[in-house]
């Protein structure tokens, strides 16, 4: 399909209507005052916007991480972050307020509000920061808290390993005394002589005769037995108690203490080397990640985590103001707060005496140039002609209105 040239008339009209066009807009920003890019403001508020569903996403997660998500306390935790992301809308047309605001209270009241949102906005980036370094810093705490654990019992080994000998030998002698006593009392028991039995026969008070067998035991045996038996139960107590204490024994082993530490030490470590903050401060620090105190990854941590949420907060505000550009309006021009001096009167009345006078010169060589015939005026028009009969007719003139010329 073979390419039509553009119609140049309609060429020509479209350029007249996009010079119109500017021309309009441009009149329109001189009598405002300002002019805004617009899309600038639209990247302004994408960076709001993205904001803004990062921290309610941020929200939603920490609300279901430590509230129950058919709980009340959970609906509970959302209704912040929704206040706070409406007033995150607000730092954008704040800005924008500042710039084309003429009062200046309400240019102070619109800094202000700024400033508030941008406190919110702080916080809750801030938020989001913390959240990013959490699962780590919690590993890494839950690792140095077993290693320090193992530590302090590989420190107390040698203390829990004596007071558990010294259970052991205590349980181990009140067992030898208790059988030495229930020894000693068997033996006494056995040489007690045995009892005596004698045949009884008579009549009793009522004149009935009785015969019965009546025996006799000696009066230290049931004593003996008592201790005996008292000696049996508190021997089985002794025995369970020291069976108890040796099986704790057997498991205070200095090298399993050691063993331990060395497991701990090694978790902390991965923790530690998988924990990006860890890796930052260390490096800051000049020290080993393993070696970095808490009290300097939490120093660290609120720079990592403050300093991007600040930056944050007044990226899309700056955006904005510079999205606006401020121009002097007519009223401005006309007050442009200058002083005519008297000195400078008469030089200024000769120059508007001068370029009258070229002016009228100029007027008198153009119509003595046309007088003379040197020069055709413009307005002049060529009369028209008659074609004679029989004469074919001339070709079509060319109109120079639709040559197209180079705009300036």
């Known amino acids: 399909m073979s390419r039509q040239p553009p119609d140049r008339v309609v060429v020509r009209e479209r350029r007249a209507w996009t010079d119109e066009t500017d021309a309009w807009k441009q009149d329109r920003a001189i009598r405002k005052g300002y002019r805004i890019r617009w899309g600038y403001v639209a990247i302004a508020y994408l960076v ?9 996403a941020g929200a939603w997660f920490f609300a279901e991480t430590y509230a129950d998500k058919h709980d009340q ?21 704040l800005g924008i307020l500042i710039r084309v605001q003429r009062d200046w209270l309400i240019k102070s009241l619109a800094v202000i509000g700024i400033v508030m949102a941008a406190g919110v906005t702080t916080k809750s980036v801030s938020q989001l920061g913390e959240m990013m370094f959490h699962p780590r810093l919690a590993e890494a705490s839950k690792a140095r808290t077993t290693l320090k654990e193992a530590e302090a019992d590989r420190g107390t080994i040698d203390n829990r390993i004596a007071q558990a000998d010294a259970r052991v030998a205590q349980y181990a002698a009140e067992a030898a005394s208790l059988e030495k006593r229930a020894t000693e009392a068997s ?14 026969s008579g009549t009793n008070s009522r004149g009935k005769r009785y015969n019965y067998l009546r025996c006799v035991t000696d009066p230290r045996t049931a004593t003996i037995a008592g201790s005996l038996k008292s000696a ?15 099986a704790a024994r057997a498991q205070l082993d200095r090298a ?31 020290a080993d990640p393993v070696d970095v105190t808490d009290q300097q990854v939490h120093a660290f941590l609120r720079i990592f985590v403050f300093a991007p949420a600040l930056c944050a907060a007044f ?3 700056l955006l904005a103001l510079c999205a606006v550009q401020v121009r002097r309006t007519y009223r401005d021009e006309d007050d442009l707060d200058t002083v005519m001096q008297a000195e400078g009167m008469p030089l200024l009345l ?3 005496a001068e370029s009258r006078t070229m002016m009228n010169d100029a007027e008198r060589a153009v119509r003595e140039a046309v007088a003379s015939g040197a020069a055709i005026p413009l307005d ?11 004469t074919p007719p001339a070709p079509p003139t060319r109109d120079d209105d639709r040559i197209e010329r180079p705009r300036p």
């Open 48 to 56: 709001e916007a993205l904001v803004i569903c990062t921290s309610l």
């Open 350 to 352: 000769n120059q508007i």
């Open 256 to 286: 399993a203490a050691d063993r331990r530490v060395t497991e701990a030490e090694g978790a902390y470590r991965d923790a530690v080397r998988r924990s990006q903050l860890h890796s930052f401060t260390a490096m800051v620090y000049g």
């Open 232 to 246: 049996g139960d508190e021997r089985a107590v002794v025995a369970r108690n020291l069976a108890e204490a040796r």
């Open 380 to 390: 002049q028009r060529r009369s028209p002609t008659v074609p004679q009969a029989g």
């Open 315 to 317: 990226a899309s505000t």
């Open 187 to 200: 033996s006494q028991l056995a040489g007690l002589p045995g009892q005596r039995c004698e045949r009884l």
């Open 73 to 93: 306390s959970f609906w509970f935790m959302l209704l912040a972050p929704i206040v706070y992301a409406a007033i995150e809308l607000c730092r954008v047309p």
